[in-house]
């Protein structure tokens, strides 16, 4: 790391602080309803669709029991539903509700409003060096843009 590095890593951490903020303010309605990392699960079955508990509980980097009592808690309140495996019938899928997929859809479209807003306020070029920045971090940080999640194994 150069002697710079210091400096860009003082201005990464403060856009992580202010996009914590966007995601927390997004999030905030939502978690009157569900908790994080229920929200986060309704997240998951929402962009992977239909998918097993062991994915699941992997994803989330949680225990089978823990993942459990998530999913029972978000069929007993109507945001998700257990489905039958096609390959297996020992198999059971968790997929989302259109309460659990309307859930998801209003917490992304105010972020995406903040984040629009956000960046009509730069000039044309910051804003192309926003995204240029973001789609290298992206990358490195392996998180999948909505289209390439079913090559992402979901």
């Not at 210091?6 to 908790?35: F, K, M, Q, Y």
């Not at 990392?37 to 225990?63: C, M, W």
Request: hydrophobic share 45%; glycine share 8%; no cysteine.
């Amino acid at each position: 790391m150069s002697d710079a590095a210091p400096e860009g890593i003082d201005e990464l951490l403060a856009a992580s602080r202010g996009l914590l903020g966007v995601v927390a303010r997004s999030l905030a309605p939502a978690l009157e309803d569900v908790t994080v990392p229920q929200f986060r699960l309704i997240v998951l079955v929402t962009t992977l669709g239909p998918t097993r508990s062991g994915d699941l509980a992997d994803r989330l980097a949680v225990g089978p029991s823990t993942l459990t009592r998530i999913v029972d808690r978000l069929v007993a309140d109507g945001w998700v539903e257990r489905l039958p495996s096609t390959e297996s019938r020992r198999e059971v899928l968790v997929g989302p509700t259109d309460q659990g997929r309307a859930l998801v859809a209003d917490v992304m479209e105010r972020r995406r409003t903040e984040i629009v807003g956000l960046l009509a306020s730069l000039p044309d070029e910051d804003r192309a060096s926003v995204f240029a920045g973001a789609a290298v971090l992206r990358r490195a940080m392996h998180e999948p843009l909505l289209e390439e999640i079913s090559a992402f194994g979901g």
